[in-house]
């Protein structure tokens, strides 16, 4: 069965470092979702992408993120410059057609810890 | 604003016994409602999800989900409980629109004594 894959699995960065997170969405999906989930708190929506550009995107998600399709397969998520509360598992979701009626699919999510 | 509430952040339940997982959901129309499992070193895994018609789904793994509109509730429920059910639950509501995003609860753990 087709899955999202995501890496690395876990990033440690120092503060003020850029990091990119790496999503290998299902490969007849057109919609893409970077969530977060902070260590004891709800997942939280950061944003979606469809058509290499952003569709929605939360208060989260401010200039220090940014999301990119670089080529067919990959879908990435790249914080600027971390600071201590991006500390969180970031997980990578592609749907394919946008609407409540189409399932999310998840991948693993990448556990990042700056230090 | 959609959210939701998953009032147990624990539940500890015997091998075999039933399972209830509860869900409160506020949403201005009627929502798309997701149950989601994650288990150690995994994603989010669909178990299922509820549109419209039938108020009780059947997902995998031998769950199923209860939408009830008086009470802006989606409860989880399954009948006998295996070891490797233990794992975490997340409830999710989606809206209707175009770019639709998942506003999940804050999930409950479930552990599975023998």
């Not at chain 1, 850029?18 to 902070?38: A, G, K």
């Not at chain 2, 288990?39 to 209860?66: C, R």
């Amino acid at each position: 069965e087709p899955e999202v894959t995501q890496t690395p699995s876990h990033q440690v960065t120092q503060m003020g470092q850029e990091v990119i997170l790496r999503c290998v969405p299902i490969s007849n999906h057109l919609y893409f979702y970077w969530y977060r989930q902070i260590l004891g708190q709800k997942v939280e929506f950061l944003v979606s992408f469809y058509n290499n550009e952003i569709s929605e995107k939360s208060e989260i998600f401010d200039d220090q993120f940014s999301v990119e399709r670089p080529d067919g397969s990959n879908f990435t998520l790249k914080i600027r410059s971390t600071k201590l509360e991006d500390s969180a598992m970031y997980f990578c979701a592609s749907s394919v057609d946008s609407g409540g009626a189409y399932t999310q699919y998840f991948g693993p999510g990448t556990r990042l810890t700056v230090l | 604003a959609q959210s939701v509430t998953q009032p147990d952040i624990h539940i500890t339940v015997s091998e075999g016994a039933s399972l209830e997982l509860r869900c409160n959901y506020s949403y201005g129309a009627t929502p798309y409602l997701f149950w989601y499992v994650q288990s150690p070193g995994q994603g989010l895994q669909l178990l299922l999800k509820y549109f419209s018609g039938d108020t009780l789904v059947q997902g995998i793994k031998g769950f199923e989900a209860e939408f009830k509109r008086s009470q802006s509730s989606f409860n989880l429920r399954k009948p006998s409980v295996h070891w490797s059910d233990a794992a975490e639950y997340f409830c999710a509501v989606g809206a209707r629109a175009a770019g639709n995003k998942l506003t999940f609860g804050g999930g409950t753990r479930v552990l599975v004594k023998p």
